[in-house]
């Protein structure tokens, strides 16, 4: 049984930061550790799309929008993934999840939701002009 549970979502201004946080309540201790997790967003009316990924090997891919702009992070005490949002646009705009499989997905289908089988509840991203 995996739980996720984001935080750290809110509303700034265009060219502001935001850091979300991604907590995994496990009952396997290994789960965490082994396995590929990921951020997605959905706007209203949009497919969910792949933000960023953190490897089961530890790497980490970005989608072409947020590159240079989004760190992902993990940090393995705490069971918790990060997102650090820097110069956030409006089209970040967004509920934005956190995901786990413990499949490991290389090339494309990291960004490819069905793959994930643990979601969290999400939490609001809004930038203004």
């Known amino acids: 049984q995996v739980r996720l549970v984001e935080s750290g979502g809110g509303s700034v201004q265009a060219g502001g930061s935001l850091t979300l946080s991604c907590l995994v309540s496990?009952?396997?201790?290994?789960?965490?550790?082994?396995?590929?997790m990921a951020w997605f967003r959905q706007a209203p009316g949009k497919e969910r799309e792949g933000v960023a990924v953190?490897?089961?090997?530890?790497?980490?891919t970005y989608s072409d929008s947020v590159k240079g702009r989004f760190t992902i992070s993990k940090d393995n005490a705490k069971n918790t993934l990060n997102l650090q949002m820097d110069s956030l646009k409006p089209e970040d705009t967004a509920m934005y999840y956190c995901?786990?499989?413990?499949?490991?997905?290389?090339?494309?289908?990291?960004?490819?939701?069905?793959?994930?089988?643990?979601w969290g509840q999400g939490t609001q991203v809004t930038v203004s002009l």
């Open positions: 953190f490897g089961r090997d530890g790497s980490r």
């Open positions: 995901a786990l499989t413990r499949l490991s997905l290389l090339g494309d289908i990291w960004s490819a939701p069905e793959r994930y089988n643990d």
């Open positions: 496990e009952t396997s201790r290994y789960v965490f550790s082994v396995s590929t």
